[in-house]
């Protein structure tokens, strides 16, 4: 652990992400490593593996993947990963994706290089400026020119590629060709005819569950509409599990359908990131945008509200620290509004008196979810503002989850010695049923959102002192919807966002059946 834990230096900057390098770029290409992605969907089994350290590490959603992660799913696994620009990379069952670049080029665009070494995969492709997208299987590489949408499924040295929107690039060692919308490709290396090109789309239940979740994200806007430089992921989770309200002084704000005494940054876990420090993976299915972006305010009426604000960088944690006496706190970072300087943290905090949580700093370099009983009640006014905890990560700290031995089905993947399995051929000669791959479940309409595969996950949550690890997928057709709703506050209308008294419905976006999350908080006010 101490071998690990010294490959890292802890780097702090006041008011700059550092850079760093994981993967030596093209000779003729410079870049910047500064990037973060969402794991954003999670059902079953799913872990990843980052650069520099040796242990496989469960997946909560609201991870943050860097360049050099790698994803594993395990049978019957899933998961989503979303980008900055509303691009989306879902991988199914027994699969490997990996991340070989993530980075800024100098013209500041986008760079994204993955890999799907195994397994099946949908990428939709939103591209935002100069972006390069490109997804290597075997031994070709597909670049979609534009928006586009397509599919990739690798049986053993097999491929075959399904281009539903737009258009994407083919090239290897065997093939250079454009495949239109609505055509495929299959690939077989070695064959007296290596590819094939044919107007044959075979949908089946996994393609139409993506097709599901692609409108469910495309319905989700912030009241008011899109801000400039804003991010495009993690809306719909705010429509989904709270309320929009509009307040004077600040504009419209975010507040979180949880019941009883709630304050943010409460259930969930700090993870060191290189080049960004501690930072924090909330274990709420809404837990990606109010935790990194905008800041918080607090009324001690009505609780907390996020507010998106003027300031649109990605950050570890929107929180200011203090260290004290034995102990580190954090308090959630107010908003910045019409400035784009971050406030100076102060003793005390906006929130008042308790308003920070705190934990002794033995407990907190140890890592893993922050729990109830290790919360201490500390005075504010004795705690000194810090821009990071100086404390050195153990090797816990270091991963987003539990470590965690792969199973024997995913050793296999990794090693590449897996047998054979239903594949896309065996799905078109009609020798396997249509949907005869898995696919993500519908779940049940309940009070708190759970995954699919209840027993597993519930068994992790019990040892890591619970939270939300993933939101299961909305019913694929029909079904109902709720939403939570907070009470009161702020003067705004029980049914959604407010302004001069006509309410906007809150709710579900996007059809099918989502559900509402209920969450007590660990903080104090």
Partial sequence: MSSVTRRFAVLFSAGALLLWRAHPAAADEEYSRARIVRLSFVEGTVTVLRPGVSDWAEAPVNTPIQEGFQLSTDKDSFAEVQFENGSTARVGELSLLKFDQLGLTESGGSLNRLALDHGYGTFSVTPQNVE???????NETFKPQGRAEFRVDLDQDKIRVEVFKGSVDVSGPDVSTTLAQRTSIEITPGADQPYTVSQDIQRDDWDAWVAQRDRQLAASTPP???QPQAPAYGWSDLNNFGTWSYF?????????GVAGPWSPFGSGQWSWYPGFGYTWISFEPWGWLPYHFGGWSFDPLFGWAWFPGAAWGWSPAAVNWYQGPGWVGW????????????PTPTRGCPGGPGCITAINVTAFEKGGPIRTRELLRVDASEGTPVVAPAIKPSLLA???GRPTKLSSAQEAVISGNTSKTTSFLER?????PRGGRQMPRPAPVSAVAAPP???RNDRRAAAWGGGHFGVAPPARSGGSSTAARGQGGFGRSEGGFSRGGEGMGGGARGGGASTASSSSGSGHH
């Fill in 331 to 342: 308090a959630p970072r107010p908003p910045i509004l019409g400035t784009s300087h971050l």
């Fill in 248 to 256: 004077d002084g600040y504009g419209y704000g975010w507040v979180p």
């Fill in 398 to 400: 270091m991963l987003p």
């Fill in 453 to 455: 595969a209840a027993a």
């Fill in 428 to 432: 078109l000669t009609g020798s396997a």
């Fill in 224 to 226: 008011g509409g899109m």
């Fill in 132 to 138: 390069i997208f490109e997804v290597a299987s075997g």
